[in-house]
């Protein structure tokens, strides 16, 4: 049996398995069981840049990128995890673990909102797109977003 055949019938391929996540807090690390329905990471090798470290306002992701990572519990509730990562000196890394039964909240989740502006960066969706493929309820909260 292939992956889209367990995907069409709605159930999912991965398994449930121990993860130990990081938190906000650094000295707390959150067990539990789950899916990983999907997962990204914007770190690239080559730096943009010539100098030791990202100038301000630059974008390099070999300086800063980001990890998500979108899990189901063994009690069907949604995890949504994510951390900054930073090499840039005086910068520390920035952790968020969010737990949540609504699939819509989890693309709320993982949308920004800059003056205005909503919009959804592009290792958020890769993850979500991702997760969707294994998660019906999750890939109609996708398809209905209010973002693009
Ligand atoms: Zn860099």
Redo the contacts with the bound molecule.
């Keep these: 049996m292939n992956v889209t055949d367990i995907s069409s019938r709605g159930a999912t391929p991965l398994d449930v398995r121990e993860w130990q996540l990081e938190t906000a807090d650094a000295n707390r690390v959150e067990t539990v069981r789950a899916q990983l329905l999907g997962a990204t990471s914007s770190e ?1 090798e ?4 010539s ?4 100038p301000p306002g ?1 974008k ?5 990128w980001i990890e998500i990572k979108i899990l189901k519990t063994e009690y069907d509730t949604y995890l949504v995890h994510t951390v900054g990562h930073t ?2 000196p005086g910068e520390t890394k920035r952790v968020t673990l969010d737990e949540t039964d609504s699939p819509d909240e989890v693309v709320e989740l993982l949308v920004l909102r800059r003056q205005r502006r909503v919009y959804m960066p592009t290792p958020s969706a890769r993850a979500l797109a991702a997760a969707s493929a294994h998660d019906d309820a999750l890939r109609d909260a996708y398809r209905d977003r209010a973002v693009a």
């Design positions: 690239r080559r730096h943009t840049h100098e030791p470290y990202t630059w390099c992701s070999a300086c800063r090499t840039v």
